[in-house]
């Protein structure tokens, strides 16, 4: 069982309204709800305070919590947008009444119900100003609490701003794109170490840095996207290559367009095109491996192909 909490806060009663919280949510839900091909991913529940009609309170807020994290679910995330805050006593999570910052939910009410949770994979999202300063024992702490399973991924340090930018959160923006199939791996994939590499990597050192706090012995998927290259033929891997330091040889008779054309090597061809497309295999001595056929060359595993040649040898994949 899969389940996920979506919160978005536009609406505070006290000033300072947010414009793209709401939007982010509901991009994140989408997200989440439904792996590429359709089939069900996550149970998502989803709070949205656009008015006072609708407005999210702490107390709703922490009930919620409670909920998501009661039970063994295999996952239970939480995702939160809206204003957060941060003083000596610690970090908050802003609610739509809120006279102050410090009166929304503390973040160690929020660490403290994930980490005593039975679920065995817990992943807390925050797009929020100061989000940074979640599972650290104190504000001016080196070190981080967090309990086995438990993953931490804010858009940025306890002493940053998450910024907006064309009605979204910037952070958020970038997660939807990786959970989407921008951060998938050639199963189709996305963990949440891959979702902080895309972020990471799409951010630059002047903007704000997204913060990444783990406690497990391996990444989940979170969503499955429809990988670039089918399984079948990324198990022919090692029917190719006997060895990951071969050389595949290639000639004419593995180009279509040649006389000498062999059926039976075209398709080897065709997987062996496949593979240089996702960055596998490299043509030696050619630029493109239509050329390497031609003049009977060969090609060989990259790093990434050699990594995915031990994974299908040892039967991981």
Same mark, same amino acid.
């Given at each position: 069982m899969r389940k996920a909490l979506?919160?978005?806060?536009?609406?505070?009663?006290?000033?300072?309204?947010?414009f793209g919280c709401v939007v982010d949510a509901c991009d994140v839900k989408n997200a989440l709800e439904r792996n590429a091909d359709g089939t069900l991913n996550f149970d998502v529940q989803i709070m949205l305070a656009t008015s006072?009609? @609708?407005?999210?309170?702490?107390?709703? %807020?922490k009930e919620k919590v409670k909920a998501l994290f009661a039970g063994d679910s295999d996952i239970a995330l939480f995702y939160y947008s809206?204003?957060?805050?941060?003083?000596?006593?610690?970090?908050?999570l802003v609610t739509s009444?809120?006279?102050?910052? @410090?009166?929304?939910?503390? %973040?160690? @009410?929020?660490?403290?119900?994930?980490?005593?949770?039975?679920?065995?994979?817990?992943?807390?999202? /925050? @797009? $929020?100003?100061?989000?940074g300063i979640a599972g650290d024992l104190a504000i001016n702490s080196a070190f981080a609490q967090i309990s086995e399973g438990m993953t931490i991924l804010t858009a940025c340090g306890k002493e940053q701003y998450a910024s907006e930018s064309n009605g979204h959160g910037v952070f958020t923006a970038l997660l939807v794109d990786a959970l989407l199939g921008g951060a998938a791996n050639l199963m189709g994939d996305?963990?949440?170490g891959s979702i902080y590499a895309h972020i990471d990597q799409s951010l630059g050192p002047w903007e704000q840095r997204p913060v990444f706090k783990t406690n497990v012995r391996n990444f989940i998927s979170l969503r499955k996207n429809f990988p670039p290259i089918s399984l079948s033929d990324l198990k022919e891997i090692v029917t190719?290559?006997?060895? $990951?330091?071969?050389?595949?040889? /290639?000639?004419?008779?593995f180009e279509p367009t040649e006389t000498s054309y062999s059926e039976e090597n075209?398709?080897?061809f065709k997987i062996l095109q496949n593979y240089a497309r996702v960055n596998l295999v490299v043509p030696v001595g050619e630029e493109h491996m239509y050329y390497a056929a031609l003049n009977s060359?060969?090609?060989?595993?990259?790093?990434?192909?050699?990594?995915?040649?031990?994974l299908v040898k040892k039967g991981r994949i």
């Amino acid at each position: 069982m899969r389940k996920a909490l979506v919160v978005g806060i536009n609406y505070y009663a006290n000033g300072g309204p947010l414009f793209g919280c709401v939007v982010d949510a509901c991009d994140v839900k989408n997200a989440l709800e439904r792996n590429a091909d359709g089939t069900l991913n996550f149970d998502v529940q989803i709070m949205l305070a656009t008015s006072d009609k @609708d407005a999210v309170s702490k107390a709703q %807020l922490k009930e919620k919590v409670k909920a998501l994290f009661a039970g063994d679910s295999d996952i239970a995330l939480f995702y939160y947008s809206g204003h957060g805050y941060i003083e000596t006593t610690g970090g908050y999570l802003v609610t739509s009444e809120c006279p102050s910052g @410090d009166d929304g939910l503390p %973040l160690a @009410d929020l660490m403290t119900i994930a980490n005593e949770s039975k679920a065995k994979n817990k992943i807390i999202i /925050l @797009d $929020s100003c100061n989000a940074g300063i979640a599972g650290d024992l104190a504000i001016n702490s080196a070190f981080a609490q967090i309990s086995e399973g438990m993953t931490i991924l804010t858009a940025c340090g306890k002493e940053q701003y998450a910024s907006e930018s064309n009605g979204h959160g910037v952070f958020t923006a970038l997660l939807v794109d990786a959970l989407l199939g921008g951060a998938a791996n050639l199963m189709g994939d996305v963990t949440p170490g891959s979702i902080y590499a895309h972020i990471d990597q799409s951010l630059g050192p002047w903007e704000q840095r997204p913060v990444f706090k783990t406690n497990v012995r391996n990444f989940i998927s979170l969503r499955k996207n429809f990988p670039p290259i089918s399984l079948s033929d990324l198990k022919e891997i090692v029917t190719l290559f006997e060895n $990951s330091s071969d050389i595949f040889e /290639l000639n004419p008779t593995f180009e279509p367009t040649e006389t000498s054309y062999s059926e039976e090597n075209g398709i080897k061809f065709k997987i062996l095109q496949n593979y240089a497309r996702v960055n596998l295999v490299v043509p030696v001595g050619e630029e493109h491996m239509y050329y390497a056929a031609l003049n009977s060359k060969g090609c060989k595993l990259t790093a990434l192909g050699t990594h995915y040649w031990n994974l299908v040898k040892k039967g991981r994949i």
